[in-house]
């Protein structure tokens, strides 16, 4: 890639206007008017410093975890770690596993499908329920 930044700085200083190499080499307008932009305020044209933390995993290593824990959904983010650990080498904590499998949709919890009724609540619909047959819509008995 840097050769070919290289080729794009070149054509631009022998006098080529970005539309013209941009429709060459197949790359969009903008990425070399950026390029141009970086080349010309600092002389660079290597990509730009990132900040933040780099990833501990690779996405060879995103995809093994994920193969691990659909595999054996009882596993533990805890052992999926450990799993990870000695096929790989690489040493990631439970939270980073948890992470990773938050994703591509895998958690811990099964969605509930009804919220569960108190002793209370069943009293009270039954009573609304006898209250609206029997034509008494405003009174409710507790």
Known sequence: M????????????????????SE?????????S??????????NVSRCYSTGRPRVTT??????LAVTAKRN???????????????????????TVYRRLGHIGLYARRPVRC????????????AWSRGMHCGHRNRVLV
């Not at 060459?24 to 070399?32: D, M, N, T, W």
């Not at 950026?34 to 002389?43: A, K, N, P, V």
């Not at 919220?115 to 039954?126: K, Y």
């Open 73 to 95: 959904r009882r596993s533990t983010a805890s052992d999926l770690s450990r799993q990870l650990s000695s096929a790989t080498g690489t040493t990631v904590s439970r939270q």
């Open 34 to 43: 950026r390029l141009w932009q970086r080349f010309q305020d600092d002389g």
């Open 2 to 21: 840097i050769f070919l930044r290289g080729r794009i700085i070149g054509r631009l200083e022998c006098g080529r206007n970005q539309l013209e190499v």
């Open 115 to 126: 919220v569960p009724l108190t002793t209370t609540h069943c009293r009270l619909r039954l």
């Open 24 to 32: 060459e080499l197949g790359i969009a307008q903008s990425v070399i």
């Open 59 to 64: 996405p060879n290593e995103d995809r093994y």
